[in-house]
Structures are given as C-alpha cells and as structure tokens.
C-alpha cells in the first residue's frame, strides 16, 4: 500500500505527523520542550483538554472524542467514562492508536534537524483504563443515523480541518444524548487546504465563538469558556504555540 499520500487533505496519513502526534500525545516535557525556558504550560494539551473540565463536568456512561488523532484524549477519558470510543479519518493514527492500546508502549521518533531523528519508547499510565476505548476510522461527518448518542463529545482541534464546519457542529448537536455536554476546542486556524473560504466560521464583524453559538442554540446552551494554549514540535528548534478557544456546551433535557 502507498504509504505517502501527497495531497493537503490526507495530510494525516503521513509518517512525519504520525510520528508529530505521538510526540504531542506522548512525548514527556523533556521530549516535547528540552529548554528550561519556553511555553511549558502549553504541553500536555490532549490531556488537559479532559482535565481541566471532567472533573467539574462528572463521570459519564459514554464518550466520544471526534478526531482523536493517536488516542491520547480518548485513553485520558477513559478515567472518566465507562466507555469512549474514539473517531478518527486517519487510518495511519487509528492503527497507532489501536497498537498503543494492545501494548501501552508508545516508540516515538523526534525530529532533531534536518535527517537526524532520535528515538524514545513511553509507556501510558496504568492508571488509565485503556480497554474501555474502542478506535474508529471513519469520518466524523458521515456516521451513521444509528451510531447512538453520548454524554460526553469531545471535538479537540477538528472544527478547521473539516470541509464543512457547519455540518460538524450538526453531528455535535445529534451525538449528545440529552443532558450531555460538548467540549469543543479550536484555535480556528481557518486555512483553505482543509476547509473552502466560503465554509469558514469566520466574519468582518462578529467572533467564531458567536457564529458557532448561533449554530447549536437554542439545543446547546454555552456554559464556559477557556483559553489552553497548546505546543506542536516540529524540530528541536521549532515550535507551533497556539492558543485554542474551548467551548463547554450542555444539551437541554
Ligand atoms: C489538528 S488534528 C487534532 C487531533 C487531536 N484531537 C488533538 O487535539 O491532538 C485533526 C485531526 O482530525 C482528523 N480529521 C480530519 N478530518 C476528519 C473527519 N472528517 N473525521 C474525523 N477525523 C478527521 C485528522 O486526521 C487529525 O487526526
């Protein structure tokens, strides 16, 4: 099978952001950040996209995380609710995903510069309870009218990388079950490779936030915002730091 897709939208499929996201989902500060000066509260995002919320929120029944990438939001979940199942288009991520679950043993390859890697094997936290994840690969905006409903969905980094971000916020809206909540986190890095201009959620006179509002009222009521920065390595001398808006959302009864 050829392994190294070309086009933007298949981005995902490729080993370098393979070997990125298990970097960004499992690296230890020390991989991800190897100065003692640098945005160091901006690493472990995956996780805190769970942590700085289901405590306040409760323990659930069933969660979903919508583009999961290598799975590490989902097995962070997985201390949450008894079951998670975790989406992803990515058939490259999920299948990482699926070996990380089978043997808690994650081999990292870190860029350093240039052609020169070096390699690192972490292991997840026997606390999690990993075998309450199931991993998907599919695409998060065509799953099936049966695919049930959830007290928990977590959609971490996916609204601008979708086609149709209007038609996500619909899925968001069907896949709560009543009285559940949607963590919706994006930094609404709107680029046309992923999403047309004319799909953004982006206009001269209003904020993302309010347009996405005013697709999931009146079924969703907004309950809090947050600000988490987050740090994507791309080499040892350089470093994405962006800062994503997470919206909490509560379906009525
Ligand atoms: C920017 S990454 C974010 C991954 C992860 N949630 C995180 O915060 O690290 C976007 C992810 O969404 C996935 N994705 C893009 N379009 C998708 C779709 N239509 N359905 C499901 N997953 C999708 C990509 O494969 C990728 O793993």
New binding site residues.
Partial sequence: MNREPTTPANI?ETEALLQQ?LL??YGTAEDQLPYWFGPHEALF??VR?VSEFLPRLGSVSRAL?????VG??SFELSRWADSVVG????QR?IEAAELIQQTGRIDIRILEEGSRFSSVTRYLDKELKRFRCRFQA????SLSPDFGNFDLVLA???LD??PDPVRLLAELKRLVAPGGYVIL?SPYTWLEEFTSRRKWLSSPDQPTLNMIQSYLEPELTLVETKDLSFLIREHARKFQWSVAQVSVWKRGM
Avoid: M, Q, W
């Avoid at 995380?65 to 990438?69: F, V």
């Avoid at 989406?87 to 990515?90: N, V």
């Avoid at 599919?138 to 905006?141: F, G, I, Q, S, W």
């Fill in positions: 995902y996201y960004f989902h995002y995956p996209c995380d919508l583009g999961c990438a590490r939001a989406i992803d288009l990515s991520f599919t695409d998060a905006l971490a980094n996916l990388r979708v986190a």
